[in-house]
């Protein structure tokens, strides 16, 4: 019987996992939300420009009109910011459609996608609807401290795994869940020897609560004519519910996306909430001190507990604790209603992510990893 | 030197042209909004039900929070009002996204498409996008009346034109812009004659304002093993700025689309709105009314005043005079503050598109018409 069967490399396909919503948990375990923790998805914990939430509401008598299909405001005020021109700036509904358009736009079934393993899911993910093949190169862990380490791409390894048929490398700068990133120096060497047919997709979505002084402005990395720069409103902005992300790059490589995008990718209330928040530098201000404040109490709190600590320069931290598995610290605090991210789908085996939140949340979750310790480290 | 290069078939691909947004006319002519009537893109004019806006209101402190990225909620309630499982259902960032995902999922570079000719644009662009083949039909245009005519498919062509390469057949019903439908018997009888291996979609993005007694019920459908039904929340429901549409199928081909959707394709704020205006059957009514109040309004006028018209049994009407270009009109109701659509760009030559608005609106639209025509036909 003739049958309808789905592209060969659709069928084999695992897709991404997203972090727990509270309220699946909610339905799971039956308790309110009143009570649940989410520190899953390395989401901003107080929320958007208060700003972009009141332009939100002018606009909401105009939801029968479609968005502007050219983001014509937004881009002329993002370009504006960064010194670039409205054809520099490709917007998506999220940086995830964005990666999509790019797929989309450059890989044919011939060709390779470098990412580095483990790196953000998506990257394989949608390298792998477009048929394409993903060659992996490991992350190093390097130690810090006793109790401290990080993760640090590959450089030499990345460039040594470009071939022929290398089209794309995807780099998340700094990367979830790793937290690898390149430094100035190293991000500049790295440009220099990539070959110019191959493009570089530097993803930035951390940008803008990453404190490292050592962390490169790109801008100015699209006048070369194989680099995307990806940012996203949805982590230091705040708005990761509305999706909207974007590219930067050369007018070429953008003008080629432009065309591979739908006409209304990005919905209106997105634009203009995107457009309030970029006015509101307080409110970043604020933000990024929150994260700073949590993070350093979390790093502080997890070593004093006796975890061992992968920092990163992001909102988030790994931690794990010998001889414990992490899908058992992630089930012990999400029975007590704190939602945190096991890293074993990642091939971390024994780490857990956890979102810096507020400092009354970060409290809550320290407080909830003491009470697991105690229980599985001094079970009687 | 080496060069990055798009995909051929991106090269050569034409993007699609949106409506005019207001702000674009404002920007151009330098008017002030107030002054703007627009009925260019087959949009809702009163807008969505106010407790979806009051639905939206209540959320706007979570958006910082990524939105659920099974759409839970809300195709359970779809799922309940249609008599069918969620698993039925895939969620879209507008039914544009869907498009974009069955042709991702099914579309080798092998494959052909057949689309009616002219039909909605992006049918072919996005068909173009994978690099597949597409196949064109003529639509037939039959007269009613002396000065009133419809578009109609012609589906013994449509079935002729299937080959052993196509994969998939796009019907817009109806279609935008030529109203073309298909009733319920020619449906029933099209979808006997097609091969099983071939997939039909259809895109039911007006149903909800279509008046026709002739038009079927499509949802049993969806026990076909090759249907997919689209639709949408941005017409009847007036959520176009929003983005938020789906796809009904058989749960093996809806479980394919989900596979290569992104994670967090639809939107939190579309999806609160969304399932709160599928519990406000009321609005549905008084928009629904409005709206065949207004087409029979604007077809009475414009044969009055001479015009040819093309009826269809959604929102919008084509119109032409004969010995005046579609141009003509299009730019002289725009130095009005009126903006349709132009159909030349869809080959329909004279033609003109006017969505139906409030009754204010299509008052003013005659009226503008009216002065256009005196000045052109007799202009001294």
Known sequence: MKKILPRK???????????????????????????????ASNENPIGPSPKAIEAIRRKLKKLNRYPDGGCFYLKKKLGKKLGLDSENIVMGNGSDEIIDIITKVFLDESHEVIVSEPAFLEYKIITKTRGAKVVTVPVKKEAVSPSISVFKYDTDKILAAIGKNTKIIFLGNPDNPTGAYLGKKELSRFLKKCPKDVIIVLDEAYRGLVASSDYADTVTCTKRRNVVILRTFSKA????????GYALANKQLASWMEKARQPFNVNMLAQVAALAALDDSSHMVKVKSLIEKGRKFLIKKLKELGFDVVETPANFILFSFKGISSTEIFSGLLLQGIIVRDMKPYGLNGLVRVTVGTMRENRKFIEALRKLECSKLFPN
């Open 237 to 244: 902005y705040g708005l990761a519910g509305l999706r909207i």
């Open 9 to 39: 490399n659709i069928r084999t396909l695992k897709p991404y996992e997203p972090g727990k919503p509270i309220e699946e948990l909610q339905r799971e375990l039956k308790i309110s939300v009143k009570d649940i923790i989410k520190l």
